[in-house]
């Protein structure tokens, strides 16, 4: 099995930064694309930041330019910097990763979340 740890979420005032951790663990072969999601309450859960195994990233537009998603892969850790936060930015985060059992077998994985709330 494979387990993603979240951490790094909290309270912060408007136009602060939170930086995000998510650790995967288990038994893992190598990791694909790695990335953050959002729900907020009464909305659908949506994607925030995604990374490849390569490198390559996209954001969604409400963040771009504001939150940078990185991974290192020898840790099998993703991060997600956010920076000028907004009221709009609360809601619960959630790590994704593709995650490679064996050579021949990928599944995909979800954190349990970790709450950012940010006051206006």
């Known amino acids: 099995q494979v387990q993603l740890v979240e951490s790094g979420g909290g309270l912060v005032q408007a136009g602060g930064s939170l930086r995000l951790s998510c650790a995967a663990s288990?038994?893992?072969?190598?990791?694909?694309?790695m990335g953050w999601y959002r729900q907020a309450p009464g909305k659908q859960r949506e994607l925030v930041a995604r990374i490849t195994g390569g490198g390559s990233t996209n954001y969604a537009d409400s963040v771009r330019g504001r939150f940078t998603i990185s991974r290192d892969n020898a840790k099998n850790t993703v991060y997600l910097q956010m920076s000028s936060l907004k009221p709009e930015d609360t809601a619960v985060y959630y790590c994704?990763?593709?995650?490679?059992?064996?050579?021949?077998?990928?599944?995909?994985?979800w954190g349990q979340g970790t709450q950012v709330t940010v006051s206006s």
């Open positions: 288990g038994s893992i072969f190598s990791i694909n694309a």
């Open positions: 994704n990763a593709d995650v490679w059992i064996i050579a021949t077998m990928r599944n995909n994985y």
